[in-house]
């Protein structure tokens, strides 16, 4: 199994870069936004326990993410490897996926770090706000707030993985084909 971290700010093309990784690759895809965002849809207790933070730009509680998580891994036996895409986001969840992952015997062979400027993450997502119907970019200071979250509690994951040598910084800006071109060496030259 080769299992990767797609980690980065909100809106540094975690989601787009993603897309292509697994139609590249097949791994299978979990992304705990996308997660919650069909709780939330379905009006489950947990989306509506979830919508109010994500609706102010903070993170849901680690138990929950990690729960999801943990239910994720275990209903997909057999896959080729997963793609992690906004999870972990504090240095508890990287912790417990390692746990989890244990428990499955593999690992994070790599976490490939998108990285973008402030000024562009800001452009990105009031521009898909336009559009996107997430209540989370339709405002700067919301958008400001995520941000905020990202660089309290989740750029630190960053560190975490480097002490096993596990991280890779790829700049986020330019176009999406040559960023993916800059993702998929990496993964070649790991897997
Ligand atoms: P989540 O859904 O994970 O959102 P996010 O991290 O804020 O990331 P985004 O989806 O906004 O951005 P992205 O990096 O995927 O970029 P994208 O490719 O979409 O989380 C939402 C909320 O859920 C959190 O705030 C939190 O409340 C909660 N949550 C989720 N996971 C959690 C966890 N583990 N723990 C606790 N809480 C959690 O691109 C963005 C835009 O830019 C798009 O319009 C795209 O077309 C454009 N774009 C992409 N690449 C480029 C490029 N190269 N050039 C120009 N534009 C580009």
């Known amino acids: 199994m080769f299992n990767l971290i797609l980690f980065g700010p ?19 895809h979990l992304s705990t936004g996308d997660i919650l965002r069909s709780e939330i849809k379905n009006g489950t207790a947990l989306g509506l326990e979830a919508k109010s933070l994500m ?14 998580i943990r239910t994720a891994l275990k209903e997909n036996p057999g896959v080729n490897g997963f793609l992690f895409d906004g999870f972990p986001r ?3 969840q990287a912790e417990a996926l390692d746990l989890l992952l244990g428990e499955y015997n593999t690992s994070i062979q790599v976490v490939l770090a998108l990285q973008v400027s402030k000024t562009e993450l800001i452009k990105r997502l009031l ?16 958008i400001g707030s995520r941000i905020e979250e990202y660089e309290r509690k989740t750029a630190a994951v960053a560190d975490y993985y480097k002490k ?20 998929t060496e990496e993964i070649e030259g790991r897997i």
């Open 127 to 142: 521009n898909r706000g336009l559009t996107s119907g997430r209540t989370d970019d339709v405002n700067e200071s919301v």
């Open 55 to 68: 609706d102010q730009g903070q993170l849901v509680p680690d138990a929950v993410v990690i729960g999801m």
């Open 90 to 92: 504090t240095n508890a």
């Open 10 to 28: 909100p809106g540094s093309g975690k989601g787009t870069q993603s897309e292509r990784l697994i139609a590249r690759y097949g791994f299978k």
């Open 164 to 183: 096993f040598n596990k991280v890779a910084y790829i700049p986020g800006e330019g176009s999406v084909d040559e960023i993916f071109k800059k993702l």
